[in-house]
């Protein structure tokens, strides 16, 4: 649990830096920026290398529940969507699994 954790703040810490370098501080950006930035991120990574920047950093791996490949593109989209609600990031089944890896059908595991 604690490696879920760790990878989402340094994704997040990531986003937040490059908001506040880039993001001008009129209309808001500085407000929705960090989360788009974040969405970015996290969603293109996992599609292209099957982990964000601080899941690649603490040493996990987002694959396909059914089988343990690497995860589509719509996976990762839905899987990083949800992520963002944060309520179906927090919330576990007997499995482990948050709401977002089972409706995307992924699961997080140790590289």
Request: contains cysteine; charged residues 15%.
């Amino acid at each position: 649990m604690w490696r879920r954790v760790f990878a989402i703040s340094i994704d997040w810490a990531m986003s937040y830096a490059i908001a506040v370098a880039l993001l001008p501080r009129t209309n808001g950006m500085r407000q929705i920026g960090p989360m788009l930035i974040f969405f970015a991120e996290v969603a293109i990574l996992v599609t292209l290398q099957g982990a964000s920047a601080g899941q690649r950093i603490v040493k996990c791996k987002v694959v396909r529940f059914n089988d343990g490949g690497a995860p589509s593109p719509l996976q990762a989209l839905i899987r990083t969507f949800l992520l963002c609600l944060v309520v179906t990031a927090v919330t576990f089944d007997e499995n482990g699994r948050g709401i977002h890896e089972r409706l995307s059908g992924t699961v997080l595991t140790i590289a």
